[in-house]
């Protein structure tokens, strides 16, 4: 087993679920954060400590980091996956309400992930191994259409990823973002019935792979960023998303 703790959010399906199932098998010990209870493939893992939290609750994340610091005595790299998507009508039809939610969730999830995890990340006993790593999205990187405020919202993400990694200037402590492009999780599905889709099948001709992604292929690209090695990837981001082009 390695000695490095890694905390994820959005852990409880998807890309977040993968991404566990993917650190727990090169032998990290992971604290799984999600709203929704862990499934039963890390439920009772003893390499998962499972935690429920809203990423807009900043008090709760701070359990979350406690929790590895008390249980495992150290952190070693934080995954902010956790998100929602809203959308599916025209900037100026889309209810604030739905900005709101994307900002809080989406964006601010994001920001309090960090700020709870990256004094644990700098004070622990390998900091120039230490990685923040944000999971964006190719609509952080392109207007998607009927997807504004989602799209604000990942654009931020990255801004914010990359205002952190200049924070961290001389701590060894490094961050980016990952941007999956389309993956079947249910996350896609809810994309297709926005759009008034059957299925998600369609996404697949966005993407030079011409298929869709499926969540472990994106989870070894943000397990790779959590590592040691990633440290060259900072400030910026990797596009894992099978050659996206809307
Ligand atoms: N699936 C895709 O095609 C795709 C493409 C680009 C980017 N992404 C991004 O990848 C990440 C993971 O997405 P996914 O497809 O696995 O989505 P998903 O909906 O399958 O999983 C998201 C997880 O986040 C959790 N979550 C949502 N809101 C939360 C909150 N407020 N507090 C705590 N947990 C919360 C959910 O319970 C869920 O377990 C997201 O950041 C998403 O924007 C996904």
Request: charged residues 20%; glycine residues 10%.
């Amino acid at each position: 087993m390695s000695e490095r703790v890694v905390l994820v959010t959005g852990a409880a399906r998807g890309i977040g679920a993968a991404t566990v199932r993917t650190l727990v098998a090169r032998g990290d010990r992971v604290i799984a954060v999600d709203e929704l209870p862990l499934g039963s493939e890390h439920r009772d893992h003893e390499q998962v400590a499972g935690c429920v939290a809203d990423v807009r609750d900043r008090a709760a994340l701070a359990g979350a980091v406690d929790l590895a610091l008390d249980r495992w005595g150290r952190l070693d790299a934080a995954v902010a996956a956790a998100a929602v998507i809203a959308g599916g009508r025209p900037l100026w039809e889309t209810p604030e309400a739905d900005l709101d939610l994307l900002w809080d969730v989406d964006v601010k999830g994001v920001w309090n992930t960090a700020a709870v995890a990256v004094p644990a990340l700098l004070a622990g006993p390998d900091p120039s191994g230490a990685r923040f790593v944000a999971v964006a999205s190719a609509a952080a990187h392109h207007g998607l259409h009927h997807l504004a405020a989602y799209n604000a919202a990942k654009h931020a993400v990255v801004g914010l990823v990359k205002g952190l990694a200049a924070d961290l200037v001389g701590t060894g402590v490094t961050a980016c973002a990952v941007s999956p492009g389309s993956t079947r999780t249910p996350m896609l599905d809810a994309t297709a019935a926005l759009y008034g889709l059957p299925d998600v099948e369609t996404f697949a001709e966005n993407q030079l792979l011409r298929r869709l992604l499926d969540p472990d292929e994106v989870a070894a690209t943000i397990a790779f960023c959590c590592s040691r090695e990633a440290a060259a990837v900072n400030g910026s981001v990797v596009h894992a998303d099978g050659g996206f082009a809307p």
